[in-house]
Structure formats: structure tokens, C-alpha cells
């Protein structure tokens, strides 16, 4: 779709990112309805944009919308917005390639859900590279009974694992005692993993920390647990001072060495999200919780981010981002440049129209309070007046 010709023309590679149905999917999920200060689908998006992406109040985004189309209120952009929270998650879905660091997937939950393998879309060959809190047999069994992968830090006080004897019973690992038999070399242990009537199998790579590294992964452990009003057991101490990583991969696919590297290489998602909370405040937010406008808030940072993401990679694709092989930049400057480029195109789309001035100052105008805006009395005004007998040309207040 053409944008009107007073529209910023750059606005078109923010939707070229976008699925090809996003407008029809916005009267599908009633997002749109009927035209009035906002017309289409598309300045729908606009304004979700303002709010979302570049963080201006309801008031503000109104003012915008004033300038361009005449008098609207921030109680009707509220509303409007509200009626937009499932068309923006239907345009939104996010994880993080790591050859690309690109975002892949994404599910928004309330703060009573952890975290979870079900919130994504995986299928057989999936090969999924995963922290201390997804050790849940719950999930981790039935992902690998149906063909998935993972590699996931191990932790040996949230998650059993067995082995099995000669008669083929079930014995829970003793890590301590296994670990001590590896005398501070690396090793892999074969393991089994059990989520009710289902077993699978799998491996722990055991790399022990560096002697500076062991002391300060044990301080860590006493503090913790002084925390939590204990003292740290002996045992608890001496786990502490490995690197423990469960996988579903065999040996002869991922060696001791390259899981400890691999495992490593998870500190990109951490910068995406870290680049993702400076540049673009994704952190921050700005509704009441629990409220439709605070999902549609993160909904729709998450969809600038992925659109901004999205932007960056097809504009630089010729450089030598990808993890697959040596870098020579990260995509920190560049995502900073695109950013700018969208917010001022986020921005372009409502130019002003002289004629509705008074429309912005009234969108714009603070409510109706008890206690009137502050002004200069009277008798004060008359002094300053041009005329008067005495010079006072500037009322000045220092503080």
C-alpha cells in the first residue's frame, strides 16, 4: 500500500517489515472498526508506534494525531489503543537466532508464569540452547522424546538425574562423588532423565571452574546462603566450583570442549535484551499492570524492536555480522542508526497543518484541576504593562 503523499515515505520500510495482511488483520481482530480521526489500518499502527515505540504519553499522542487531523482527546486514544492489543500480538512472534542474533520468537506472560519450552514453537531437530531455570523434566522429557535438543546449565540441586545399575534400577547421580572421580579434569557422564512413565537419555559435561574462578564461585555460595539465613553445606560448595551441562546430544556430536564454548556463546541473548532495554527502553513500563494498554505497551515495543532488528539486517546484510563467523562489529551502532531513522519517520507521519493549531493546543491541554495553573497577579501584570511610570521591564525569580 502507497502512503498519502504527505506521509514520510521512509515509514514504508518500517512496514515492509510486517506481515503483507498486517491492515486486513487489523479488522479481523477489530482493532479497526470505523474511520474518524484515525482513517486506516495504517495510521492505526502510527499511533500504536508514537506510544509503543517512541514512548509519548496518551496526550502527546494526541497532539500528533491534532496537527495533522483535527481535535482528538487522549481518553479516545486510549481507547483506541486498548482495542489494539490482539492485532499487535498477532503480528509478533520472536526468539533469538544465534547465527544471526536476530529475534525469532517471543511470549509475553504475567509475572505469575515462569519460564517455560512450551511458550515456544519447536519441532524435531530443534536444537535449543537454554539456562539454569529451564531445568524442569516437565518440559526438558517430552521436547526430547519427540526429536528436539538441548543444552542446558545443569543444576544439580533443582533437577535429579539418574543412572542405571546391572539389573537396570534407577540410582540418583551423587555428583559430588562422580565429580571427585574426574579429579578437576573435564569429563562426560551418562545420564538418564524421567518425567513420570518417560525416560530419556543423556549426557553431563563436567568442566571445572579456574582455581580464582572456584574461590569466587564458593564466596557466592556462602553469601547466598547467609541470605537465606544458612550455612552452605559442603557439598552445595564444591558443586559450585563446576561448569555442569546437561544435553540431549551424544558425544559424538558435541564433545566436552565445544558444549563448554557453545554454552559460552549464550551471553549473546543477554546482549540483545541488554541492547534492547538502552536503546529502545523496553524495560520501562508505562501503564498500570495488568491493564490492556500495559500488554499493549510491551506488545508493541517488542514489535518495534523486532521491525528495528528486522530493518538492520536486511540494510547491512553484506557485512560480517553473522556468528558463523569471525565479527567485525556488533550491531550496537547499528541498531542505534536505524532506531533514529524509524523515530523520525514514526514522527513524519503527522505533519502540521496550520489550520488545526488550536486543535493541538486544545489535545494537548492539561484537564480541568482544583487547583487552577499558576499565573502572575494581577497588579504584578499592570507593572510590567509598556506605559506604566515605572521601569519594570522582567519579573525574574532566582532559586
Known sequence: MKLPPS???????????????????????????????????????QLVMLYCGLDLSLRNCAGEVAQYQGYLSDTAVKKRLAACVPWVKSLLSIAIDLIHLSLRQVEITTDKEGEHLDHYVLESGDVVLIDRDYNQPRTLVPLIARGGEVVLRYNAHSMNLFEQDEAGQRIKMDWEARLQSLNRQPGCVPVCLYHGDQRVSGYVHAIALPPEKAAEARRKAKQRARKKGRTAREKTLYLSEWVLIFT????????????SALYRVRWQVELVIKRMKSLLKIDELRAHKGTPLAELYLQGKLLY???IQKITQRRFAALKRTMDHPRQLTDWRLWHSVADEVKASIKACFPRRE???????????????????????SDILQLIQPGQRLEVNDVLSMG
Open 355 to 377: 489550520r488545526f493549531i488550536a486543535d493541538v493546543i486544545k489535545s494537548l491541554c492539561e484537564r480541568p484541576r482544583k487547583r487552577s495553573l499558576q499565573a502572575l497577579p
Open 248 to 259: 540431549s546430544l551424544a558425544p559424538e556430536q558435541l564433545r566436552t570442549e565445544t558444549a
Open 7 to 45: 506521509l514520510d515515505n521512509r515509514f514504508e520500510t518500517f512496514v515492509q517489515a510486517l506481515p503483507e495482511d498486517y491492515q486486513q488483520q487489523a479488522y479481523e481482530f477489530k482493532a479497526f472498526a470505523r474511520s474518524r480521526k484515525i482513517r486506516s489500518p495504517l495510521q492505526l499502527l
Open 305 to 307: 524492536a523486532a521491525v
